[in-house]
């Protein structure tokens, strides 16, 4: 069964940091786009961050930009995202979302293509003082 459980999610004052992770579990981790989609209450999906296995390339909204970063440990089959500078607007349920046969464009972070066939249940962020 494919399976991605998403954690480290919490309450975090403006500025402060905190690192998500997503295990896999059920296909060949590393040879997979792998994707960190974010939704807070009353708006649209957002892609924040982006791994693009064929070209090996990252790609962040511009949200985000200089602030997050993605990272993938292939010998356990975890990838991360780093948060820093936190801002109340970055509050939100985050997830990580796969595309098991690489197949997403690599066009840039932006709307969540249907390519993510593959999603976690997710992990909140509260960012307040």
């Known amino acids: 069964e494919v399976q991605l459980v998403e954690s480290g999610g919490g309450w975090v004052q403006p500025g402060g940091s905190l690192r998500l992770s997503c295990a896999a579990s059920?296909?060949?981790?590393?040879?997979?786009?792998m994707s960190w989609v974010r939704q807070a209450p009353g708006k649209e999906r957002e892609e924040v961050a982006i791994?693009?296995?064929?070209?090996?390339?990252?790609a962040y909204s511009d949200s985000v930009k200089g602030r997050f970063t993605l990272s993938r440990d292939k010998t356990n089959g975890t990838v991360y995202l780093q948060m820093n500078d936190l801002k109340p607007e970055d509050t939100a349920m985050y997830y990580c979302?796969?595309?098991?046969?690489?197949?997403?464009?690599?066009?840039?972070?932006?709307?969540?293509?249907?390519?993510?066939?593959?999603w976690g249940g997710g992990t909140r962020v509260t960012v307040s003082s």
């Open positions: 979302a796969a595309d098991p046969l690489a197949r997403i464009p690599p066009v840039g972070a932006g709307c969540p293509t249907t390519f993510l066939t593959t």
């Open positions: 059920g296909f060949s981790f590393g040879f997979e786009d």
């Open positions: 791994v693009y296995t064929g070209v090996g390339a990252t």
